[in-house]
């Protein structure tokens, strides 16, 4: 379930033209969107919306993410199957790890859009517990770079126009990998998951996301260690706040010719510059 085919699906649709109200038959690819049970030990812990691709990668982003792991070494495996609901993805921790996450208290409905459903109070808010540590300063032409060609590093978004992505490039702006999904805290979590597996250092690079830059993806940002976040959409005022308080440079309304940066703003040697 991680191929691009299985990640989209053809419906039938109708294409209309205002210009002489014109009309014919037509189909399209659209993101396929499923409910994924998260399952630690024999203990659900989350439904969440996701598009099937990638699963083992987002399982493995949102444990760190939410807190049920600190390191890929405590998740000793993930099993995926079939629901006649959706999916259900089994995940087997470490003892030691398994039996603090039992003594914590959580309930998530997922959606689409949503990060923090199922808290019970603001004091549940999920928040970074320290500032990022060795960061670096990303030259404005690897920003520039990213930012550029980031479309070409969509696929799912190429076929269906429906779809978020999160990012990492290099320091020098060199492509390193990217995910989708329907729901941009996925996006996000899954890449999370793929970097973690391949040890990524968080300090050699930076993120790029598709998506408007709310509180919850500069706190995912910071868990993993990114000091630098670049996205596409404005960002929020809690955002822009928690990412000064946590060493994040943030730059967001990220286009080909410029963007706005956020934080850091004594930095000015590294203001994007308009590019070609």
Avoid at 11 to 26: K, Q
Avoid at 166 to 191: C, I, M, P, Y
Wanted: charged content about 20%; hydrophobic content about 45%; glycine content about 6%.
């Amino acid at each position: 379930m991680s191929t691009l085919v299985e990640s989209a699906q053809c419906v039938p649709t109708v294409r209309i033209t205002y210009e002489g109200d014109r009309r014919a038959a037509d189909t399209r690819s659209v993101p396929v969107e499923c409910p994924l049970e998260i399952v630690y030990g024999t203990i659900p812990y989350a439904v969440m919306m996701v598009t099937p691709a990638d699963l083992e990668d987002f399982v493995r982003g949102f444990s760190l993410t939410e807190g049920v792991i600190a390191r890929a070494s405590e998740l000793r495996g993930i099993t995926l199957e079939q629901h006649p609901k959706g999916l259900r993805a089994l995940v087997d921790l470490e003892p030691q790890r398994l039996s603090a996450h039992l003594a914590r208290k959580r309930a998530m409905s997922g959606r689409t859009s949503c990060g923090v459903c199922g808290i019970e109070d603001l004091n549940a808010l999920p928040e970074a517990l320290a500032r990022v540590t060795g960061t670096r300063s990303i030259p404005t032409l690897a920003l520039a770079h990213a930012v550029k060609t980031l479309a070409s590093h969509q696929p799912l978004n190429d076929l269906t126009r429906a779809v978020h992505a999160a990012t990492w490039f290099d320091a020098d702006g060199a492509f390193v990998a990217s995910r989708e999904d329907v729901g941009r805290h996925n996006a996000l979590d899954k890449l999370i998951g793929a970097l973690l597996l391949n040890e990524t250092d968080p300090s050699a690079g930076f993120l790029v996301i598709t998506s408007r830059c709310s509180y919850e993806m500069v706190e995912k940002a910071a868990i993993f260690g990114a000091s630098t976040l670049v996205a596409v959409s404005a960002p929020t005022s809690l955002a822009i706040e928690r990412a000064a308080a946590l060493g994040i440079t943030l730059y967001a309304i990220a286009r080909a010719d410029g963007a706005t940066q956020f934080t850091h703003l004594d930095h000015t040697d590294i203001l994007l510059e308009k590019c070609a």
